[in-house]
Antibody
């Protein structure tokens, strides 16, 4: 059974840093593209970042490029999101999602999602 | 950025009725269009991918159609568990989501 579970969401002040983790089980983690997607209350989901199966390629939404870094540890079946210079508009539930694809092309077929972890950026 | 516009914003229907949801892209996304269902407090769930393919375990009452810029999700006969918010999402470019259609009980 495919399962991904996020952790690390907390309340932080603007300008600070935070690292989210996502642990995956039930599938060959090292074969799949992985994503982070966030959603503010009452808003549409917003794709944040993606990483290739081998970790050598990544991509980011313009709203987070240069501030966020996605990485993965295939030996631990875990994907991370390092967030710097956090802003109030970064607040929301952060979801980790598996891509059905195993190649780095037209990524974004999100077939399994975690329950999410809440990040609140507020002074 | 590809902008996806969904209509209507809200659809008020009764169980057993047919639901037709629309998604229009600001430029072609080929067939790289998916539909997700989201219930309160839950993550989105993949229903349809590549415009017309049902995801694993999705009932046959859900169907998708379209290509290019205009897409449709149809629920042939609404079940009580189908009342939720539905989002379209494209992956021809950096992924983006539509604003959602809420299917509510009339």
């Amino acid at each position: 059974q495919v399962r991904v579970v996020e952790s690390g969401g907390v309340v932080v002040q603007p300008g600070t840093s935070l690292r989210l983790s996502c642990a995956a089980t039930g599938f060959t983690f090292s074969s799949h593209v992985m994503h982070w997607v966030r959603q503010a209350p009452g808003r549409r989901p917003e794709w944040v970042a993606a990483i290739s199966p081998d970790g050598n390629n990544d991509d980011y939404a313009e709203s987070v490029r240069g501030r966020f870094t996605i990485s993965r540890d295939n030996s631990k079946n875990t994907v991370f999101l390092q967030m710097h210079s956090l802003r109030p508009e970064d607040s929301g539930v952060y979801f980790c999602a598996r891509d059905q694809l195993q190649i780095w092309l037209c990524v974004g077929l999100l077939d399994s999602w975690g329950p999410g972890t809440l990040v609140t950026v507020s002074s | 950025e590809i902008v996806l516009t969904q209509s209507p914003a809200t659809l008020s229907l009764s169980p057993g009725e047919r639901a037709t949801l629309s998604c229009r892209a600001s430029q072609t996304v080929s067939s790289y269009l998916a539909w997700y269902q989201q219930k309160p407090g839950q993550a989105p769930r993949l229903l349809i991918y590549d415009a017309s393919n049902r995801a694993t375990g999705i009932p046959a009452r859900f169907s998708g159609s379209g290509s290019g810029t205009d897409f449709t999700l149809t629920i042939s006969s609404l079940e009580p568990e189908d009342f939720a918010v539905y989002y379209c999402q494209q992956r021809n470019y950096a992924p983006t989501f539509g604003g959602g259609t809420k299917v509510e009980i009339k």
